[in-house]
């Protein structure tokens, strides 16, 4: 078989994005820092793509200055059209090009999940002209097709023959080379000669993809949507080109800032896109916007509602009517619990709406009430849906509790656009006195919290952990066959009646950058605290110095672990043993970074989340440094770290 070629439509104006166009082609278009069109062209290296064709006619000279700098720039070729020759007059256009084998034409402001190997192989195996990849999109439904997906007609009409199927085109399709013959010279449309292929007896067949993922970015909406979407599926609340100084610059979620922005300190943004040319003053608060050299194009936000909306809790907690709430979803983490950001007039709260079994969310309400009485900055609870918890009250499939909004930033978050040592030495100073107040004045009064008092972080525990890792990290995501798995589990015993033989604070268990909120003024929170039990002090060390999400140079860390045992040592005095808190450091961190392995294994393969992929390099690297220091104590677990790539290549 000759070498499979694609060809990319890229010549359009972009008139439904301007005046975003007037200053990009749309292929340029960037979704986090690559052009639109480097998505296309990713979603052909499954296929083995050698050659790529690009039409072009709209600021040529900016779509040729791309090809030349691209890492593909030696598989690319540019077919410029002096006027637009429409679908069909690009094919002819570039007829030679094409002539030598199938190939599959797609547009550039197209982003899919569709499977292009699929639609070859469908085109292949019925011996089509052209199989068209369609599916069941209402508002575009045009293309009809018999009862076996043979091109009939195009067109809104409503046909008569009852047998026919309505469907859309999603602008991908394959074409073998004889339909180059059918096109004329010069403009032509391609709809057209689908209708006389048909009509000549030449097979126009289509393969449906009803329910894959499929997105037309024309528009300002559509367009930013679908940077926002990506966004989130990347596990992040902001995204700024990594040639952007944004030092000094306070942030909300959905705050893209692409290649070509310039930021002053003081500026705020949140739920906006700066593009090339754009410009962020000191006391500038953009807003549910794009933004370019000379243009805003202002944005709906996205409004979302829980599943039973508790608006008598909301209204009671912060005033006004059910008739001036809004809510937009802020987040889920982990969990199968979902945040909302509520608004009612000028007041905002979050919402946590949990499923009715959730187990911690009782756990939640109290351990707040707790923390609060002793100072620990955990958001206010502002209104709980207690009645919920009362034997006899009807049940609605969650519960609810309303808290102090603080705000969008996280310290993963802040660490993107914190990047001086001073600053961040001060922050982590501040956190860290959170959690020496934790260690110290809080465990010292946590009896009038039975609730924590009778959670120990034990054997039983720590050894549940180890599983998860072997379960869901080395076996469920590495895909590992441990041969010494019963040597390995002696390993794990041991390790556990170790960590477990350590003298026990309160620890929150999972104290990383995600769970630290910055509020204005660089002044920390803690959120996700539900968790917390009694256990060994340096887990939580391990958790937060190093944290596979926002890692700390070397020096630093060893001056903040300095700086915390003197803190502690100044309060528990002579009753602090340095030496021995130290020797409990590395297991703490082994345990750790092994449970941290099993939940991004469990997260990405079970729950879908596949961004926590992006942290499973720096975890294993991590644990793999701990078993080589832990000086041949763990030498069947330190074989099988040996033989884990730290690069996945999934």
């Not at 090809?67 to 410029?80: H, R, V």
């Not at 018999?146 to 009939?152: H, I, N």
């Not at 896109?273 to 794009?290: F, S, T």
Request: with cysteine; hydrophobic share 40%.
């Amino acid at each position: 078989m000759k070498e499979l070629r694609a060809f990319i439509l890229a010549a359009g104006l972009g008139e439904r994005l301007r005046p975003i166009t007037d200053h990009l082609p749309k292929p340029l278009l960037p979704i986090l820092g690559r052009p639109v069109i480097e998505r296309v062209i990713a979603r052909t290296a499954d296929i083995q793509v050698k050659r790529i064709g690009i039409n072009l006619h709209y600021k040529p000279e900016m779509i040729r200055e791309w090809a030349e700098t691209f890492d593909q720039s030696g598989e690319i070729e540019l077919f410029y059209e002096e006027a637009i020759l429409g679908t069909g007059g690009a094919l002819k256009n570039a007829e030679g090009f094409l002539s030598s084998s199938f190939f599959i034409i797609h547009n550039s402001d197209i982003l899919s999940d569709i499977s292009l190997g699929v639609l070859i192989e469908r085109h292949l195996s019925e011996g089509n002209c052209v199989t068209l990849a369609v599916h069941d999109h209402p508002a575009f439904n045009n293309v009809w097709t018999d009862e076996a997906g043979r091109l009939q007609y195009i067109g809104k009409a409503v046909h008569e023959n009852k047998g026919l199927r309505n469907v859309a085109f999603t602008g991908i399709a394959v074409y073998s080379p004889e339909f180059l013959s059918l096109l004329p010279p010069g403009k032509s449309s391609i709809v057209d000669t689908w209708l006389r292929a048909a009509s000549s007896g030449l097979k126009i067949g289509t393969a449906d993809f009803s329910g894959c993922s499929w997105v037309d970015i024309g528009t300002p909406a559509a367009y930013s949507s679908y940077v926002f979407n990506a966004l989130r599926n990347e596990g992040e609340i902001i995204f700024t080109h990594n040639s952007v100084d944004c030092s000094g610059v306070q942030f909300g979620a959905n705050a893209v800032i692409e290649k070509g922005s310039i930021l002053y300190k003081g500026a705020s943004l949140r739920n906006c896109i700066l593009l090339p040319g754009a410009r962020a003053r000191k006391g500038d608060h953009i807003e549910n916007a794009i933004v370019g050299p000379d243009y805003r194009i202002d944005l709906q936000e996205q409004l979302s509602i829980p599943a039973s909306l508790p608006s008598g809790m909301i209204t009671e907690a912060m005033g006004g009517s059910s008739d001036d709430i809004t809510m937009a979803l802020i987040g889920t983490g982990g969990s199968d619990r979902k945040y909302y950001r509520v608004r009612c007039g000028q007041k905002t709260a979050v919402l946590m709406e949990c499923p009715e079994a959730d187990p911690d969310y009782q756990r939640h309400l109290i351990y707040t009430h707790f923390f609060r009485r002793y100072s620990v900055p955990v958001p206010a609870l502002l209104g709980s849906d207690s009645a919920n918890l009362n034997p006899g009250s009807p049940m609605r499939s969650s519960v609810y509790a309303l808290f102090e909004d603080l705000g969008d930033i996280s310290l993963y978050s802040w660490m993107k656009c914190n990047k001086q040592g001073r600053f961040v030495e001060a922050l982590y100073k501040r956190v860290l006195d959170i959690l020496i107040g934790l260690h110290t004045v809080v465990t010292k009064s946590v009896s009038e919290c039975l609730l924590i008092q009778s959670r120990i972080f034990d054997y039983s525990h720590l050894r549940w952990e180890t599983d998860y890792f072997v379960e869901r990290f080395a076996v469920g995501l590495r895909g590992m066959q441990i041969s010494d798995r019963g040597l390995l589990e002696g390993e794990f015993d041991r390790l556990a009646k170790t960590v477990d033989s350590f003298g026990k604070t309160l620890v929150h268990r999972d104290f990383q950058s995600q769970n630290i909120m910055v509020m204005k003024g660089d002044m920390p929170r803690v959120i996700d605290y539900q968790g917390a039990r009694m256990g060994p002090p340096a887990y939580d060390i391990a958790s937060f110095l190093w944290d596979p999400y926002s890692p700390l140079d070397d020096g630093l860390r060893a001056d903040l672990l300095d700086y915390y045992i003197a803190q502690v040592k100044g309060y528990n005095g002579g009753s602090f043993d340095e030496a021995a808190f130290r020797k409990t450091i590395l297991p703490c961190r082994l345990q750790r970074h092994m449970q941290a392995l099993g939940a991004y294994g469990f997260l990405s393969r079970i729950k879908g989340r596949a961004y926590f992929l992006k942290h499973v390099p720096r975890a294993l690297r991590y644990l793999k440094e701990e078993a080589k220091e832990a000086k041949g104590e763990y030498p069947i677990l330190l074989g099988c770290l040996e033989g884990m790539d730290e690069n996945l290549n999934d």
